[in-house]
């Protein structure tokens, strides 16, 4: 009688654990999601405010107080605004607008993402002598500052004949310019197996062919984010078309954005017009990690674990 009286009581006892276990981890987890949920409204609230202001009337700009959903909704202000600048800058089109910031940001996404491919394969797969120097000499690159190149690099541009054009900022990216995507890309590639190189050199293919065919689709959570990176990077970038652009006519939509914005210093700030064209600044960016999200983290995660 008394073993099972121990007994009964060891299972209450465990019982009671078990439940104890069970109310910290959900407490745990609720902690976590509100956390979550905080630095989400953080990073939301000022993009749907933006949004919000792209779609007001200009009379409703200020009201107090503050107006999340439009009444009006004013949808015309994203083509009201690309009329404006138009007339600002004659020629300065959205198409035109668009097809340059498409034509850097693509050309740069694709030869930062085949350049470095190739010589993370390089790095990852060949030896050769001074190989580690090489590679560690390459990340360093990553600590000098970016003003410290930035006049030496505006003159050699100068010297060769090439302001004014969109080679300062597609060029450099055929030569492998992003050691962050290099590394990453490397660590990826020493998670493969040797034996798979192994079986498609018996079975006939060259470094090139098993490059292409094997290795590129094994990489490619890390492949799709390195992309993912450089777009927005590249779609972000301000600074270089800024110092090598004086053609309003070859600005991409960020410098265009800046110039509107100049355009319209001596009259009162037109919020809605700016707002409306920022939305069409960030949504691209958005709508590109939504959609390569789960790529996207994939690729910075698990290659990057493998010394």
Same mark, same amino acid.
């Given at each position: 009688?008394?073993? &099972?009286?121990?007994?009964?009581? =060891? ?11 069970? @109310? ?51 949808? #015309?202000?994203?083509?009201? =605004? ?29 030869? #930062? ?13 060949? &030896?050769?002598?001074?190989? $580690? ?5 390459? *990340? ?6 970016? %003003? @410290? ?17 969109? $080679?300062?900022? %597609? ?20 998670? /493969?197996?040797?034996?798979? &190189?192994?079986?498609?050199? /018996? ?10 065919? /094997?290795? *590129? ?21 301000? #600074?270089?078309?800024?110092?090598? *652009?004086?053609? %309003? ?14 355009? @319209?210093?001596?009259? =009162? ?6 707002? =409306? ?8 960016? @958005?709508? *590109? ?11 910075? %995660? ?6």
């Amino acid at each position: 009688m008394a073993a &099972e009286t121990s007994i009964g009581r =060891a299972q209450v006892r465990a019982e009671r654990l078990r439940r104890e276990r069970q @109310l910290q981890h959900l407490i745990q987890r609720a902690i976590i999601y509100a956390l979550l949920l905080l630095g989400a409204l953080i990073i939301l609230v000022p993009f749907f405010w933006m949004v919000s202001t792209s779609l007001k009337v200009e009379k409703h700009l200020f009201d107090q107080p503050p107006q999340w959903i439009p009444d009006p909704i004013a949808p #015309e202000n994203y083509i009201e =605004a690309w009329e404006k600048l138009a007339s600002i800058a004659p020629g300065l089109t959205f198409w035109r607008i668009m097809g340059n910031t498409l034509f850097i940001t693509g050309l740069a996404m694709f030869a #930062e993402m085949f350049s470095a491919s190739i010589v993370a394969y390089g790095f990852a797969r060949f &030896e050769f002598k001074g190989r $580690d120097v090489i590679f560690f000499i390459m *990340l360093s690159t990553m600590m000098i500052p970016a %003003t @410290l190149t930035r006049v030496p690099t505006f003159l050699i541009w100068k010297r060769l004949g090439l302001l004014n054009t969109y $080679d300062p900022m %597609t060029v450099p990216a055929w030569f492998a310019w992003g050691p962050a995507y290099v590394f990453l890309l490397r660590q990826f590639f020493l998670t /493969i197996p040797r034996e798979m &190189e192994d079986a498609a050199a /018996i079975d006939g293919a060259n470094p090139i062919q098993t490059y292409f065919y /094997i290795m *590129l689709p094994l990489v490619k959570p890390a492949f799709l984010a390195i992309g993912v990176l450089s777009f927005q990077a590249n779609w972000n970038n301000f #600074e270089s078309p800024l110092i090598y *652009l004086n053609t %309003t006519q070859m600005f991409p939509l960020i410098l265009a954005i800046q110039f509107f914005q100049e355009s @319209l210093s001596k009259e =009162a700030p037109k919020w809605h017009y700016m707002m =409306a064209m920022a939305t069409m600044m960030a949504v691209p960016i @958005l709508a *590109l990690f939504f959609a390569a999200q789960r790529y996207f983290i994939e690729g910075l %995660t698990v290659g990057a674990v493998k010394g």
